[in-house]
């Protein structure tokens, strides 16, 4: 099994659940999010105001059941598929604006702290990613009205667009959207730690970053007034446009590539992704690419921690992450609360995973642990 991703859960105790109660614990629920909402995987439903504590996503497609205050509660179901009802989004601002969205399928971010920008990133997050420039190239009014629409949902808002030093300064509208020329290896083009190099402090939410995709959905949402029929993807590091709601089992075929036993399929970008049980289901706006990573690439069994502290040397944050490593995974658990909350501050880059010579399973433990 790969010492970067979890193994998959079985799909039978998938099929087991019929509803999922996911507890808000002092989160606040994103604008728009009531019972009958349907939700897609990843979702972002609520924020918090403590950065530490970061935002809750739905952890699988379905409709909102209900909301008690304390919990939310999900019926699983189908991702959706296919155009929602027309919407006119013109004139549309703040909360009246985003719930619109939300109703044509996107997720929107978390707002901005007070004093802190609205961020539109050009970078993609993850060296796994390839869509960013090709949006704004490619579809630059799209681009444009996307920025349009994001000045609308928070309009009090300074506002940032963060370009990559190595690609010309962007053809497009952008007088109100003054440009700071970036260029970071990853992580530092996450959202999260982007926000840390730009000097406006760490935020493991990511509070107020939009990336190019989400720009390049609301553009289209803005001039059809509906979901849109095709999603930007990227496939094995390559950008295709794919029919909303196609299953990854279908992905795969159209390019010729077979799933088999013991191979990963992880969503959203190898180094930010998340392995995918479902091959069956299809995938909704929130994600942004699909990898067949076959098992004789997973690499080699975990062995004992070597101490050699470079996990701890790498990580961006300074996190005691040697202290887990050098744990027995099924000690973790059980780490001391001192441990546990300054490791909650992490926000799963998987540089400590990749620099691990033991090949020790670092990429996931805050799950483990929270
Ligand atoms: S994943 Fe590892 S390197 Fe990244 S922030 Fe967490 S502990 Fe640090
Ligand atoms: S990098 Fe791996 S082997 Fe080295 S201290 Fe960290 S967990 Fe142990």
Redo the contacts with the bound molecule.
Sequence with gaps: MSSIFKPWPEPSELAKLTELATPLAGRVLVKGVKVGRPVGQGQLLAISQKPRQGSLRSPRAGVIKALNGREIILTPGPNRVGPARARDLSGLEGEELAEALLDLGLSLPEEPEPGSPLLVTALDPDPSLTLAQALWSEWPAIMSQGLAVAARLYPKRPRLLVWPSSRPAPNIVVETWPTQIHNRPF?WTWGPFLKKSLGLGYDRAARGVLDSRAIYLMGLMERRGRAPHHWPLAIQSQNYLVPAGLSPKNIFKTISLEPQPGDLVALGGLWLGRPLANLDAGLDAEVTAVHLIRARRLGPEPGPCRGCQA??A??????P?DR?GREPLSSWPSLSNATKAS?A?????????L?CPAHRP??F??SWIK
């Design positions: 992580p996990c701890r790498v990580c961006p944050l300074d996190l992450i887990l490791l501050l992490c926000p799963d880059c998987g540089q400590c995973a620099a670092l990429r433990f805050s």
